[in-house]
Structure formats: structure tokens, C-alpha cells
């Protein structure tokens, strides 16, 4: 059975592959191709937090069972993941309005932080949900 924890792990996957190819294609100038990857690693992005959302809202907490150097590695993915997390909405935002807005020089001066931020996130989250549901059985709160 796909749980809704493997769905979301999915959506965040999904984005780090869009937000990759974006990045290739802009690199070789086809920039509608660079237009719809980022959109749809938006839009990919935005229904993984709805989801997330629902999905912790119905289900708490799920607690890290692992001990030992993997707990200390995970903590560290987690909070990190965590504090990036919540600045890769705003900064998508602002990115894709001013790439709206044409301003591409502002635009490409805010990509330069926004992209691997997000990858980051997007590839971390799939990391997390890979040692919290693969690692040891969780535990929920």
C-alpha cells in the first residue's frame, strides 16, 4: 500500500527533478521548457504542503526511533531541512513574480539562492522520509 508519508516523499521528489531540469533548460536557453518545469516544481511543491499538512494534522507527530550517530544525522537533515523549508515559499514566490514581471536580472539574482535552497529541501525531504519510515518502525504521538 502507497501510504500518504511515501505520496508526499513523491511530491518532493518530483519537484527536485523539475527544479533540475528547469535548471538544464534554461542553462541551454530554451526557456518555455525552463517556464513550465519551474511552474509545475511550484505547483508540485505547493500540493506537497497541503498534503503534509493534512497528513500531520490527522496523524501528529511521528517520532525518529534510530539511536546513535544516524539520530544525531538525522536531527541535523531534519532541522535543517525544517529552517529551509520555511523560507523556500516565499523566495519561490518572489522569484517567480519578478520572473513574471520580466525582470529578469532581479529575477536571476534571487534564482541564484532560491534553486539550490529548494533542491536542498526537495532532496532532503525525500531523506527524511526515508530514514523516519525505512530506517526503524516509527512511532507516533
Not at 12 to 20: F, K, M, P, Q, W
Not at 54 to 69: K, L, P, S
Amino acid at each position: 500500500m502507497f501510504s500518504q508519508a511515501a505520496f508526499n516523499a513523491t511530491l518532493n521528489g518530483a519537484s527536485a527533478v523539475l527544479l533540475a531540469a528547469g535548471y538544464g533548460f534554461i542553462r541551454r536557453r530554451l526557456v518555455l521548457a525552463h517556464k513550465l518545469c519551474m511552474g509545475s516544481a511550484f505547483a508540485v511543491s505547493l500540493a506537497f504542503l497541503i498534503s503534509y499538512l493534512i497528513y500531520h494534522a490527522r496523524v501528529g507527530i511521528v517520532h525518529f526511533q534510530g539511536q546513535g550517530a544516524i539520530r544525531t544525522f538525522y536531527f541535523v537533515l531534519l532541522i535543517s531541512h525544517t529552517v529551509l523549508a520555511a523560507l523556500v515559499p516565499p523566495m519561490a514566490i518572489l522569484t517567480i513574480q519578478r520572473a513574471w514581471k520580466g525582470q529578469f536580472e532581479r529575477h536571476r539574482d534571487i534564482a541564484r539562492w532560491t534553486l539550490p535552497i529548494w533542491l536542498y529541501v526537495s532532496v532532503s525531504g525525500v531523506l527524511v522520509y526515508l530514514l523516519l519510515y525505512h530506517l526503524h518502525a516509527p512511532h507516533r504521538a
